[in-house]
Nanobody, 123 residues
Framework: QVELVESGGGLVQAGGSLRLSCAAS????????MAWFRQSPGKEREFVGT????????RYADSVKGRFIISRDNAKNTVYLQMNSLTPEDTAVYYC????????????????WGQGTQVTVSS
């Protein structure tokens, strides 16, 4: 089992930046692909981005590509989501998720989820 805890959310003005962190338990973090999803009221959970177990591969949703960057530090059991040029449309609860070995953009392929952290972007 993998426990995930997100942090770093908050309120930011449009155009600003935030960095979210997701800390994972376990001794085999480097064998899990990690991803970020988000969900806002009235909308389905949306893929944001994912990174391979080694961090050598990343994939992003078109809506965030060029603005958001996923990275990971396997020595710290932590994955990050750097969010730049934020807009009100980025307002959502952001979740990190883990699955064994292989990256995916599908929420239903992830086995472990954090509790989420709120990101609110104001105009």
């Amino acid at each position: 089992q993998v426990e995930l805890v997100e942090s770093g959310g908050g309120l930011v003005q449009a155009g600003g930046s935030l960095r979210l962190s997701c800390a994972a338990s376990g001794r085999t973090f480097n064998r899990y692909a990690m991803a970020w999803f988000r969900q806002s009221p009235g909308k389905e959970r949306e893929f944001v981005g994912t990174t391979s177990a080694s961090g050598g591969f990343t994939r992003y949703a078109d809506s965030v590509k060029g603005r958001f960057i996923i990275s990971r530090d396997n020595a710290k059991n932590t994955v990050y989501l750097q969010m730049n040029s934020l807009t009100p449309e980025d307002t959502a609860v952001y979740y990190c998720a883990a699955r064994y070995l292989y990256a995916s953009a599908r929420a239903d392929e992830y086995d472990y989820w954090g509790q989420g952290t709120q990101v609110t972007v104001s105009s």
